[in-house]
């Protein structure tokens, strides 16, 4: 075999090798539109996902959230434990209707419920819902095309 070859061989096993260990990007994004107002929300349809959700992120871009998928409608409620970034959630129905807004304190246990049975909840950076005046009984676009909860 040549040596041009066997290097060329040599160099498409290194970088086969080398991609093999760099972690690929675990959380998928969804495009979400709220009053004409684009998000680009990373999904959290998983029990492991749903539990970590946004715990130790430094910080979230301005248009970037997490939208929890719930298996089923209940009344869900959501804490900051562990999580450094102050935040804000919408509790979402199932036709996508914001059911009510909260805004959390950075890693506080008080507890933030739905008015209702939700199917989702949108967390945002603090001040982003109030910042683009959505509020309750506003709707959510693109939750039809997320996957589903597991």
Same mark, same amino acid.
């Given at each position: 075999?040549?040596?041009?070859?066997?290097?060329?061989?040599?160099?498409?096993?290194?970088?086969?090798?080398?991609?093999?260990?760099?972690?690929?990007?675990?959380?998928?994004?969804?495009?979400?539109?709220?009053?004409?107002?684009?998000?680009?929300?990373?999904?959290?349809?998983?029990?492991?996902?749903?539990?970590?959700?946004?715990?130790?992120?430094?910080?979230?871009?301005?248009?970037?959230?997490?939208?929890?998928?719930?298996?089923?409608?209940?009344?869900?409620?959501?804490?900051?434990?562990?999580?450094?970034?102050?935040?804000?959630?919408?509790?979402? !129905?199932?036709?996508?209707?914001?059911?009510?807004?909260?805004?959390?304190?950075?890693?506080?246990?008080?507890?933030?419920?739905?008015?209702?049975?939700?199917?989702?909840?949108?967390?945002?950076?603090?001040?982003?819902?109030?910042?683009?005046?959505?509020?309750?009984? !506003?709707?959510?676009?693109?939750?039809?095309?997320?996957?589903?909860?597991?």
């Amino acid at each position: 075999m040549p040596l041009a070859t066997r290097l060329a061989s040599i160099v498409a096993l290194v970088i086969l090798l080398w991609s093999q260990c760099i972690p690929a990007d675990p959380l998928l994004t969804h495009p979400l539109t709220i009053k004409n107002h684009s998000v680009r929300a990373e999904v959290a349809n998983t029990d492991a996902l749903r539990r970590r959700g946004l715990m130790f992120r430094e910080g979230l871009g301005d248009d970037q959230g997490m939208i929890f998928i719930y298996p089923r409608k209940n009344v869900y409620s959501m804490w900051m434990k562990n999580t450094p970034i102050a935040l804000s959630v919408a509790f979402i !129905d199932d036709t996508g209707r914001i059911l009510n807004i909260a805004d959390m304190a950075p890693l506080s246990e008080e507890s933030h419920t739905s008015r209702g049975p939700a199917l989702y909840a949108l967390e945002m950076r603090q001040g982003w819902f109030r910042r683009y005046s959505i509020h309750a009984g !506003d709707q959510v676009h693109g939750l039809p095309q997320l996957p589903k909860a597991e």
